[in-house]
């Protein structure tokens, strides 16, 4: 029995008046209460109970230990029931990663409304296009975009990501409508990347997927950079449609070659395992699946 158990016992047999009622009243054996008491008295180096055949009775300094105790005891107490509260209640600060493009034009509104719901909730959000490392960042979540790399790190999808060629109406009246994969080449192709040397678009082509090579007249980490480039008519992008799916339905953007949709990509919330979720983040990643899931907004404009 550790320290902190022995002066429970102690404790509770002060109040009882024995070792067999204390025993009984914390579910423990009479000899298991007694030799965590003498093991206390044994650490404190002091007597703290003057035993009798009826009854036990605190000495001197029993009486000043057991005060001190029953105080120590009540606020181990209070402190776990607040941690407990803390735990079960979505209460104090929620802390979240995500991509800027897909942050600002949704996860934002979506954790205004969530305020609302969780008053109690102080939220801090970052936006950022890099994978982090909850844990290491001391993130509660993360919300990603696109495979995941290998990690102890738990993911829960939150929705499909469908991405598709597309380019203005007065880019395709300029340069013509790619009607194969192979006239891909001879269009300007706006990317995401970091580099403009050896670009390729993943493109489905029945069952299998073809990586295409084409040529890249800009290149750039952000989608919103790109889905200006091409709303001015500066080449063919591959995008999520929660990026452009808006301006498609707007007819500012075309959809090019849809027999060849781009491969997809899913949003997940990812975050630590932990066995004790807390309800803070349980609350938050069931809010996002909820208001996003399988046929978000963006694909059903």
Request: hydrophobic share 45%; with cysteine; glycine share 8%.
């Amino acid at each position: 029995m550790d320290k902190l158990d022995a002066m429970a016992a102690f404790a509770r047999v002060v109040s009882a008046g024995s070792y067999a009622e204390a025993a009984r009243r914390m579910g423990l054996t009479r000899s298991a209460v007694s030799k965590a008491v003498t093991e206390l008295e044994q650490i404190l180096g002091v007597r703290l109970l003057d035993r009798t055949t009826r009854r036990v009775t605190p000495t001197e300094v029993g009486r000043a230990y057991h005060e001190r105790v029953t105080g120590i005891l009540a606020e181990v107490e209070s402190t776990e029931s607040a941690v407990a509260r803390l735990h079960d209640e979505p209460k104090g600060l929620l802390k979240i990663n995500a991509p800027m493009s897909f942050g600002t034009r949704y996860l934002g509104p979506a954790i205004a409304g969530f305020m609302v719901a969780y008053p109690d909730l102080r939220i801090e959000l970052i936006l950022n296009d890099r994978f982090i490392d909850p844990i290491e960042e001391g993130v509660d979540v993360t919300v990603r975009i696109g495979a995941l790399p290998d990690s102890s790190l738990i993911a829960r999808k939150l929705a499909p990501a469908r991405r598709v060629l597309a380019a203005s109406p007065d880019y395709l009246e300029a340069h013509g409508t790619p009607k194969s994969l192979d006239d891909l080449v001879q269009h300007r192709a706006l990317t995401f990347g970091h580099s403009q040397a050896a670009q390729r678009f993943e493109l489905t082509q029945g069952a299998e997927t073809v990586s295409v090579p084409v040529t890249s007249c800009m290149c750039s980490n952000n989608g919103d950079v790109l889905r200006a480039a091409a709303l001015h008519g500066n080449g063919i992008v591959l995008l999520p449609t929660f990026l452009i799916g808006p301006d498609i339905a707007a007819g500012k953007l075309r959809i090019v070659l849809p027999e060849h949709e781009p491969t997809g990509l899913d949003i997940y919330a990812v975050y630590a395992p932990n066995r004790y979720l807390a309800a803070k983040t349980r609350v938050f990643i069931d809010f996002l699946a909820g208001r996003f899931g399988p046929r978000p907004a963006w694909d059903r404009t």
